[in-house]
């Protein structure tokens, strides 16, 4: 018999992909966490029904919301994550000496254990000796912390479910003053396509651009992803993402990024006049 997995993109679209084996499945007090192997995406982590990542495309998420906001500061040196218990950004932050300390805080300690049990690929550097792993809400977390970090990045889950205050104008004002004066903050941004996650966006940058002076939104295909069209939110207090990009610093360090250069940093900022409309909206 074949298995398929299938998720609602819209209520008139569905993404299917075709299962080898049911890997684990639980309800966790948050979300209902499953991992399946697939033959085309390698292992595959969703929540609530909803694909977090995939083995193989992965590296596009992971690269462009870390490796965007530290070519453009190279003097980051204390990072908070919020969300990301599969530990994939925390992975591509680890890769730079420069960084002195990781807080991540993710509300669901079961996905940080299940991570690390069923998706090596992503949680293979949580025990990075610079990491901390806190097990609380994000949203909390954040609202007592001033002028502390360098940059935030917001890794979370769509605005549904505990994800849902992550998105919210209290919840950036936050982030606003738990930046020192040049602090970045990144986020994942939604879908500028179907109907249902465009107003998500278009909402989620009104919010940020209230309390940022620099608000940018910029661009990646994650095939996974409802309709493979991803967007991330690059804010700041004094950086613009493009003209104070540090690609001669970046290119000196040498890592090896399969997704992401710093050609594709810049043009990842230049958007579709459609995506554009909606963000004067
Ligand atoms: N690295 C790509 C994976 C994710 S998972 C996002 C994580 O955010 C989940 O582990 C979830 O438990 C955590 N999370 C949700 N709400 C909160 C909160 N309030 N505080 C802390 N952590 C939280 C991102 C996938 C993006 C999918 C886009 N469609």
């Not at 890794?155 to 505990?162: A, E, L, N, Q, V």
């Given at each position: 018999?074949?298995?398929?997995?299938?998720?609602?993109?819209?209520?008139?679209?569905?993404?299917?992909?075709?299962?080898?084996?049911?890997?684990?499945?639980?309800?966790?007090?948050?979300?209902?966490?499953?991992?399946?192997?697939?033959?085309?995406?390698?292992?595959?982590?969703?929540?609530?029904?909803?694909?977090?990542?995939?083995?193989?495309?992965?590296?596009?998420?992971?690269?462009?919301?870390?490796?965007?906001p530290?070519?453009v500061n190279?003097?980051?040196?204390?990072?908070?994550?919020?969300?990301?218990?599969?530990?994939?950004?925390?992975?591509?932050?680890?890769?730079?000496?420069?960084?002195?300390?990781?807080?991540?805080?993710?509300?669901?300690?079961?996905?940080?254990?299940?991570?690390?049990?069923?998706?090596?690929?992503?949680?293979?550097?949580?025990?990075?000796?610079?990491?901390?792993?806190?097990?609380?809400?994000?949203?909390?977390?954040?609202?007592?912390?001033?002028?502390?970090?360098?940059l935030?990045?917001?890794?979370?889950?769509?605005?549904?479910?505990?994800?849902?205050?992550?998105?919210?104008?209290?919840?950036?004002?936050?982030?606003?003053?738990?930046?020192?004066?040049?602090g970045i903050l990144v986020?994942?941004?939604?879908?500028?396509?179907?109907?249902?996650?465009?107003?998500?966006?278009?909402?989620?940058?009104?919010?940020?651009?209230?309390?940022?002076?620099?608000?940018?939104?910029?661009?990646?295909?994650?095939?996974?992803?409802?309709?493979?069209?991803?967007?991330?939110?690059?804010?700041s207090?004094?950086y613009?993402?493009?003209?104070?990009?540090?690609?001669?610093?970046?290119?000196?360090?040498?890592?090896?990024?399969?997704?992401?250069?710093?050609?594709?940093?810049?043009?990842?900022?230049?958007?579709?006049?459609?995506?554009?409309?909606?963000?004067?909206?």
């Open positions: 018999m074949e298995l398929w997995y299938t998720e609602e993109h819209t209520n008139n679209v569905r993404f299917t992909i075709k299962i080898d084996k049911q890997i684990h499945s639980e309800q966790s007090p948050f979300q209902r966490i499953d991992f399946f192997d697939t033959h085309e995406f390698g292992r595959i982590f969703t929540l609530d029904g909803i694909i977090m990542l995939t083995e193989k495309d992965e590296f596009i998420y992971h690269d462009m919301i870390v490796h965007v530290m070519a190279p003097n980051i040196k204390k990072v908070l994550v919020i969300g990301g218990g599969d530990g994939g950004t925390v992975r591509e932050l680890t890769r730079y000496n420069t960084i002195e300390s990781i807080e991540m805080v993710e509300i669901d300690q079961r996905v940080v254990e299940c991570c690390r049990e069923y998706m090596p690929q992503t949680s293979s550097k949580l025990d990075d000796a610079r990491v901390k792993l806190l097990f609380e809400d994000g949203i909390k977390f954040i609202s007592n912390k001033e002028n502390e970090y360098d935030i990045i917001v890794d979370s889950t769509d605005p549904i479910g505990p994800g849902e205050g992550l998105f919210t104008e209290e919840f950036y004002r936050n982030c606003y003053k738990a930046l020192k004066d040049d986020n994942q941004h939604e879908s500028p396509y179907y109907n249902n996650t465009a107003r998500l966006m278009k909402r989620t940058h009104k919010r940020i651009k209230q309390f940022f002076p620099i608000a940018k939104v910029y661009q990646a295909h994650i095939p996974t992803y409802a309709s493979g069209h991803w967007l991330f939110g690059f804010a207090k004094k613009d993402p493009v003209k104070d990009l540090d690609d001669k610093y970046w290119n000196s360090l040498g890592l090896e990024t399969k997704y992401y250069n710093t050609e594709l940093h810049k043009g990842a900022f230049a958007l579709p006049n459609y995506v554009i409309k909606m963000l004067e909206d």
